[in-house]
Nanobody, 114 residues
Framework: QVQLVESGGGLVQPGGSRRLSCAASGRTFSTDAWFRQAPGKEREFVAAISWSGGNTYYADSVKGRFTISRDNAKNTVYLQMNSLKPEDTAVYYC?????????WGQGTQVTVSS
C-alpha cells in the first residue's frame, strides 16, 4: 500500500508563492495528482502528472499559475504555486489519478491571506 506525506503548506500573502511536496513510499502510481478541499466545499482536482512527467493536466482555476512536477529518484511530486489568491486557501492532498480511497494522507494546509 502506498503511503503519501504532503508538506510545504503555510500562510502566504496574496500574490505570493509556495511549493508543496508529496513524498511516497511503497508502490508508485502511473499518474500522480494534487487535489484540494476548501472549508465547506467538496474536494477538487488541481493538477496531475504522468510517470514520465511528459504529460501534465491542470484545473482551469490554476492553469498558468501552478506547476506540477516530479522527481522519480526521490519518489516525490511537487506543486509550485505562484500568484496565489485567497480562493486558493484549502487543504492540499496528493493521490493517484483517479484517486484511491485508501491513499488519502493528512494533507497540508495552505492559507492565502494578508
Amino acid at each position: 500500500q502506498v503511503q503519501l506525506v504532503e508538506s510545504g503548506g503555510g500562510l502566504v500573502q496574496p500574490g505570493g508563492s509556495r511549493r508543496l511536496s508529496c513524498a511516497a513510499s511503497g508502490r508508485t502510481f502511473s499518474t500522480d495528482a494534487w487535489f484540494r478541499q476548501a472549508p465547506g466545499k467538496e474536494r477538487e482536482f488541481v493538477a496531475a502528472i504522468s510517470w514520465s512527467g511528459g504529460n501534465t493536466y491542470y484545473a482551469d482555476s490554476v492553469k498558468g499559475r501552478f506547476t506540477i512536477s516530479r522527481d522519480n529518484a526521490k519518489n516525490t511530486v511537487y506543486l509550485q504555486m505562484n500568484s496565489l489568491k485567497p480562493e486558493d486557501t484549502a487543504v492540499y492532498y496528493c493521490n493517484a489519478y483517479p484517486p484511491r480511497d485508501s491513499s488519502w494522507g493528512q494533507g497540508t494546509q495552505v492559507t492565502v491571506s494578508s
